[in-house]
């Protein structure tokens, strides 16, 4: 393989994948909850951004569809790279949890660290994350999620914003390795909600509150 | 020459009594859900009285109460803070 197509390659695998959810930061001062009900299962996350890079919490997940596993962390959510643009940001964060996970009465250490690379415009969308969680002898699984969207009109900052999305996950440890989910964000200043349904018939429903 | 003093006195005590409008040029400000940070910061700030947030001009309107201002070094450290890059600023004492 030579260098162009090498890089041809990087670059189409680097745009297929890029794209997020809400981001692990805010702003300095900042509060955030997000909460996630998807077809991994529940999660709930509180956030506190005491720096413009930092942001400490505690991450809750109760997970289905495979082994349903029960994990508390606290987590700190760094921002590694930030561009701001004319007409767009891009942003890679690092997220990293420690704790407890539970399995059937059985506790082990949790260790979890994810990257999320995110890219928006007014009108798109893009983000990719990988995870990889180290449940002691419960379970070591890598995931990773994609998203891309579009707003159909430009809103303005008290306007209702609208995002048209789509959402494919891959989780080789599960039974179903490719799951596909479009779904709809709405957010309104501090307010964001997603609804979606997956291709493995899971409601997704998912919402963040800023303070 | 008592006029000209009473002149010089009165437009200093207007100058310094002038309130501000300063409008900083902002970019990686896209949604209006992470420019709620800007608005939430400067509101936060004794010197202003009020914000506006323009995502189509990528304009932040600040305007502070009669004899307050922040400078262009405060200015950038709050936008940075609430994650954006100030690339102009533009000041208006009113």
């Given at each position: ?82 561009w701001n643009l004319p007409d767009g940001q891009g942003n ?26 995110d890219y928006e415009s007014r009108r798109f969308f893009f ?85 | ?26 970019n990686g400000m896209v949604c ?63």
């Amino acid at each position: 393989m030579n260098t162009k197509t090498f890089l041809t390659l990087l670059f189409a695998i680097f745009a297929g994948v890029w794209a997020g959810e809400a981001k692990p930061l805010s702003y300095v001062g900042g509060t955030m909850v997000m909460q996630e009900n998807d077809e991994t299962g529940h999660t709930i996350a509180l956030d506190y951004t005491f720096t413009p890079t930092e942001a400490f919490g505690l991450y809750i997940k109760q997970e289905e569809n495979g082994k349903d596993i029960f994990m508390l962390t606290p987590e700190l959510n760094t921002l590694l790279k930030r561009w701001n643009l004319p007409d767009g940001q891009g942003n890679i964060f690092n997220m990293s949890g420690a704790g407890v996970a539970n399995y059937r009465g059985n506790n082990q250490p949790s260790l979890w660290t994810a990257f999320l690379a995110d890219y928006e415009s007014r009108r798109f969308f893009f983000s990719y994350e990988p995870r990889f969680v180290w449940d002691g002898d419960i379970e070591k699984s890598v995931w990773q999620r994609a998203r891309i969207g579009i707003a159909p009109y430009l809103a303005n900052y008290n306007d209702l914003n609208t995002w048209i999305m789509f959402q494919v996950d891959h989780h080789p440890a599960k039974h179903d390795h490719f799951v596909a989910t479009p779904l709809i964000r709405f957010f309104y200043k501090t307010y964001l909600f997603e609804i979606g349904y997956s291709s493995n018939q899971h409601i997704m429903v998912n919402w963040t509150i800023q303070f | 020459m008592r006029y000209v003093l009473l002149t010089i006195i009165s437009l200093s005590l207007c100058s310094v009594a002038a309130a501000e409008t300063i409008k900083a040029t902002v970019n990686g400000m896209v949604c209006g859900f992470c420019a709620t940070g800007i608005e939430k910061t400067f509101k936060a700030q004794r010197e202003v009285k009020t914000v506006n947030v323009d995502l189509q001009n990528r304009l932040v309107t600040i305007h502070t109460k009669e004899g307050e201002t922040i400078d262009d070094a405060k200015l950038k450290k709050l936008i940075g803070n609430a994650g954006y890059s100030v690339v102009n600023v533009v000041r208006e004492k009113s």
